[in-house]
């Protein structure tokens, strides 16, 4: 894939030139399938604004498709393929800062998701949903689709979606306050992804492929800074090991969940008073965050600026401040 015009080049070669998707077959499904893997990578590695023009496209041929006459399994494949894509579209849009728009997507995602029958898409998709909530510190409306995903994934026996949903409830609750509640649904995300783990095959959907042992990881850390600003700083003793075991975990293409670690990293080193290690490793995060066409990026970072400039009399904490200042500042990529 060209590295410089990814979105181009996909939508030359998975779009338009592409004549499987004139007609509705079981290659239809793996275009889709496939078209739908590159523009995930494309949104892990450069953010939402890196492909969501390229999906609308894609979606406006593949939702026509509905009306073809085919068998009624190629038909729920790719349905489920479609809701992916759906899924997806409605991601890219939150990562952009278009909450309303990624809503939209996710409704049509559970329509379709549903239509086939696939539990485990329809609980992915609500666990999305609470990621928009959540975001927007909507907390009783993120921890109901948390929770309907769950009682969802538990149906489906789906153990990997069900830590993914776990650990999520557990932000939640630790942006609420509550430690107790927060710390026994990571112990419980745990003995899930070790339930998934031991029953792994290569047949993970690819809507939950992200969930490995780093992005848990990643998820401990993340639920600990939350805590270490609602409950206490001494949290910090427990999410600054996660995120640098996260931050060295996470591959090159997986680079915007990098990015959310280092932010993470640096704001438990302001809480903690080593502004030092703060500002270095603020700075590469925001050298991360600044390769990303993604909103939530901006986003997440404001709370670092926000404890920075809790020490107006520290000279490193302003210089840290003033940086992020400069990047709010700046276009996205």
């Known amino acids: 894939m060209d590295e410089e015009h990814p979105v181009e080049s996909i939508d030359e070669t998975l779009i338009r030139g592409n004549a499987t998707l004139l007609q509705l077959d079981s290659a239809t499904v793996v275009a889709l399938q496939a078209a739908t893997r590159e523009f995930r990578a494309l949104d892990y590695r450069h953010g939402g604004g890196a492909c969501f023009d390229a999906i609308s496209v894609l979606l406006r041929y593949a939702e026509t498709l509905l009306r073809s006459t085919t068998s009624a399994d190629t038909m729920d494949q ?108 990571l112990d419980t995300a745990r003995h899930q ?24 990881t990643a998820m401990i850390g993340t639920v600990h800074t939350e805590l270490a600003v609602t409950a206490g700083a001494e949290q910090s003793e427990v999410a600054i090991p996660a995120l640098r075991e996260a931050a060295a975990g996470y591959r090159d293409g997986m680079a915007r969940s990098r990015s959310f670690v280092l932010i993470f990293l640096a704001t438990n080193h302001v809480l903690d008073g080593d502004v030092d290690e703060a500002g270095e490793v603020g700075g590469r995060a925001i050298d991360a965050a600044g390769q990303l066409t993604s909103a939530r990026a901006r986003d997440r970072i404001r709370p670092l600026l926000a404890a920075a400039r809790r020490l107006p009399r520290d000279r490193r904490a302003v210089e840290l401040s003033e940086r992020i200042q400069s990047f709010l500042t700046t276009p996205m990529a």
């Open 78 to 185: 790719f349905c489920v393929a479609l809701a992916d894509l759906h899924n997806l579209a409605g991601w890219t849009r939150f990562d952009t800062g278009h909450p309303d728009l990624a809503r939209r997507h996710f409704e049509r995602a559970l329509e379709l998701a549903a239509a086939a029958g696939d539990d485990d898409l329809v609980a992915n998709v609500c666990y999305r949903l609470g990621r928009v909530h959540l975001h927007h510190n909507e907390l009783d409306q993120a921890a109901r689709q948390f929770e309907h995903g769950q009682s969802i994934a538990e149906r489906a026996g789906v153990p990997l979606t069900q830590s993914i949903l776990s650990s999520n409830q557990a932000w939640v609750h630790a942006r609420g306050g509550d430690g107790a509640a927060a710390v026994r649904l």
């Open 193 to 216: 992804f070790d339930l998934a783990s031991e029953h792994a095959d290569d047949r993970t959907p690819p809507w939950a492929g992200f969930f490995d042992a780093t992005d848990l």
